[in-house]
Every structure is written in C-alpha cells, then in structure tokens.
C-alpha cells in the first residue's frame, strides 16, 4: 500500500527510503497495458454510443439519462475501491476489474431499451470506476519504488490507448455492427488482462508500513492529511472539468461561433488530445526538472492563456492553437494530483482524488451549457481558463506538500 513516507521516495535524488531492490521492468510494462487498456475500451465504447442510440429507439433526453448509468457506477464504486485495494491489494483489484470492465463493453450492444441501457452502463461505470483507482494506486506505489515522477507515462499510455481505440472505432464503425465491434473489445481486453494480469499478480504491492497513512490496520490519516488530499483532488477537478468541457463544446464553438468546417471543427478535440498525449509523454522529465510545484503552477498558467486563446481568438486557426496549448498545460496536472493524494493517503487518497476528478468531468459540460444559454459559448468556455488559474494557484499552495 502507498506510504506516507512515499513522498520522499519518489522525489529524484533523495537518499533516504526503503532499500529494497527496484521493481521489475516488466511490472512497469504491464500496468501501462491496463492505463492503455482503460482508454482503449472507453474510447471503444464511445464511438458506438450514435449507433446503440438508433438500436435503443432513445430520444436525446433519454440517452443522456441512459449515460448517467455510466457517472453513477463509476463514482459508487470509487468511493469504496480505496478500501478494497487496502484488504486485496491494488494489483489484484486491478487485474479483476480488467477482467470486469473488458465482459461489460459488450453488454450495451446487447440492450434494445433505454431501461436495459441504462442498467448495464451501471455495470460497465463500476468496472471503469474500480480500475481507474486500483491501476492509479499500483501506479502510485511503483512511482515510489521507482524513486522517479513516471505517473505522467502511465496517463499518457491512457490517451494513446483512447486515441487507438476511437480511431480503430471510427474506421470499423461503417463496416461492422455494435455487437460485433463491441464483442471484439471484450476479446482484445481479455487477451490484455491475461497477458499482463499474471505480471501484476506476481508482484504484489509493497506491505503497509505500520503507522503509515492508508496502512492495513493503521490509523487513518490525520486532519492535515485529509484536507490535502480534498486539495489535490480539487486540483484534479479543475483539470477535469475543462477536458469535459473541451470534449463536448470544443467543435460546437469552432463550428458555431467560428464557421470552422465541419472537419475542422471534429479536429478540435483531437488537436487537444494530441497535445494532451504529448504533454504527458514528457511529463516524467518535466517533473524531473522543474517539480512537481513548478508544474503544476506553469500547467494551469499555461492552460489558462491557452484556453483565453482558444474561447476569445477571431480565426479558427488561432482557436485550434488555443486548444493544443490547453492541452499541453492540463496534461500533468491530473496525474500529479492524484499521485499525489495516493502518496500521502493511500488508495483511499487515489480514490478520493479520482472521485472529484471525474465529478469535474461531468460538470463541466452541463455547467458551460448553462452559461452559454445565459451568455454566449465563448464566455462559458472562458470557466475553463479561470480553473486553470484555480488549479495553478492551489499547486502552489500545496507547496509544502509537494516539496517542489
């Protein structure tokens, strides 16, 4: 389980910690697999959801109550993953959520009501939520044996695994039914788990320290822990809440307000998810260089100006640059925050984390519709410059915390 000690131990150049041998490189190799394999699936999911729509009969309203399915079983199970982790281990969680999440993304295709919908989303939203937090707290344990801020990679191989997986959707979506492509997941995610969940299994977790925060049969965290895990999980929802945002009104506001081609306007998010991507893959030396303070700091500064850019800019083509240098700026600050929380608290600290994260997620889009009916789409995206401010200057008031 993480330690609280961990802090130290993952920062570079620290003598101190515990001197057991590293972890194998192939423990690495497979829980970026199941980062990979998360994004993936989801990605999977999505591409399909016009088609299950049209096979469901549901109207607008009723689809969207259909995907609350998905908020609701992700974040119900959150909130009891940590505890989880804590008694089997964040491996073995792991790989049955895997297991869980990879039988589930085939079930919606099975459905011919928006009610049977809905009831299978729960599922697949549980499985989703439970992995999310276990891989995020085995990756917070190997950040600390590793001794190097690496969680960035693991997020990166998320995006790539999204971008694979949307893409793969998107060139299978003409040529096959949702059953089939959604049961062809199910087989790839097996194969995954079976390949790489053996790995996990034979390299259990490090055992809790006694004393140590989030520790099997420890007392839990104090005040000062709690409250800087609810402030780096603030932080993760202040970045959540603009890629929610970016994701659904990005291409409305390139083709409404811009009269970006309908092309063009698609490319929006994929220009920010790139960007995302890149960001992460260099996140590890980033973080190496300037810590994880200074990261986070320049991350929402940079976001901030990015998406003022990209909400205010009079061209499309300044909008789009707008979206890529968003991207850049939010792309570690998710996966530092909820580092982080896991350091200092465990998987309940990862799970803690990742519950506001993701309720950022959903209120961002509903929170920008909302101010655009009262405003205009440009002013609501305009929030997401102002969390990113938020974001830049709760990291540099967990400071201490960060040590760097």
């Given at each position: 389980m993480p330690q609280l000690n961990k802090l130290r131990t993952a920062l570079p150049g620290d003598m101190g910690g515990d001197p057991a041998a590293p972890p194998s490189p192939r423990l690495r190799t497979a829980l970026t697999l199941f980062f990979a394999l998360d994004g993936f699936l989801f990605a999977g999911w999505v591409v399909r959801i016009p088609a299950i729509k049209h096979q469901t009969g549901a109207s607008a309203a009723t689809l969207g109550l259909a995907l609350l399915g998905v908020s609701a079983g992700a974040v119900v199970t959150m909130m009891f993953a940590g505890r989880l982790c804590r008694r089997f281990g964040s491996h073995p969680v792991t790989a049955v959520c895997g297991v869980l999440l990879s039988l589930a993304i085939a079930l919606p295709a099975q459905t011919h009501s928006v009610l049977s919908l809905g009831l299978v989303l729960l599922l697949f939203g549980a499985a989703y939520g439970g992995m999310n937090v276990a891989m995020n707290s085995a990756a917070v344990d190997l950040v600390a044996a590793l001794r190097r801020p690496v969680m960035p990679g693991f997020h990166a191989a998320f995006s790539l695994g999204g971008m694979v997986g949307a893409g793969l959707g998107g060139l299978v979506a003409g040529g096959l039914s949702p059953a089939v492509h959604l049961l062809a997941l199910t087989g790839i995610g097996l194969l995954v788990t079976a390949v790489a969940g053996p790995v996990l299994l034979s390299h259990p977790a490090p055992p809790p320290v006694v004393g140590a925060a989030g520790g099997g049969g420890a007392p839990g965290p104090d005040g000062r822990t709690r409250r800087l895990v609810l402030l780096f999980g603030v932080i993760a929802l202040c970045?959540?809440?603009?890629?929610?945002?970016?994701?659904?009104?990005?291409?409305?506001?390139?083709?409404?307000?811009?009269?970006?081609?309908?092309?063009?306007?698609?490319?929006?998010?994929?220009?920010?998810?790139?960007?995302?991507?890149?960001?992460?893959?260099?996140?590890?030396?980033?973080?190496?260089?300037?810590?994880?303070?200074?990261?986070?700091?320049?991350?929402?500064?940079?976001?901030?100006?990015?998406?003022?850019?990209?909400?205010?800019?009079?061209?499309?083509?300044?909008?789009?640059?707008?979206?890529?240098?968003?991207?850049?700026?939010?792309?570690?600050?998710f996966p530092v925050a909820v580092g982080r929380a896991g350091a200092l608290a465990g998987p309940g600290g990862v799970a803690a984390a990742s519950t506001l994260g993701y309720g950022g997620m959903l209120l961002g889009p509903p929170a920008i519709g909302f101010l655009a009916e009262w405003a205009s789409l440009p002013v609501a995206l305009t929030t997401v410059a102002l969390l990113a401010v938020a974001a830049a200057v709760l990291g540099f008031g967990a400071r201490d915390a960060a040590h760097g």
């Open positions: 970045t959540a809440y603009g890629e929610g945002a970016l994701a659904d009104w990005g291409a409305l506001h390139l083709e409404q307000d811009l009269r970006a081609h309908p092309g063009v306007a698609a490319a929006g998010y994929s220009l920010f998810a790139l960007a995302m991507t890149a960001g992460r893959l260099s996140g590890t030396a980033l973080l190496e260089r300037l810590g994880q303070t200074r990261v986070l700091v320049l991350g929402g500064s940079t976001a901030a100006v990015g998406m003022l850019l990209g909400a205010l800019a009079p061209s499309t083509w300044a909008a789009l640059l707008g979206f890529a240098v968003t991207g850049l700026g939010l792309a570690n600050i």
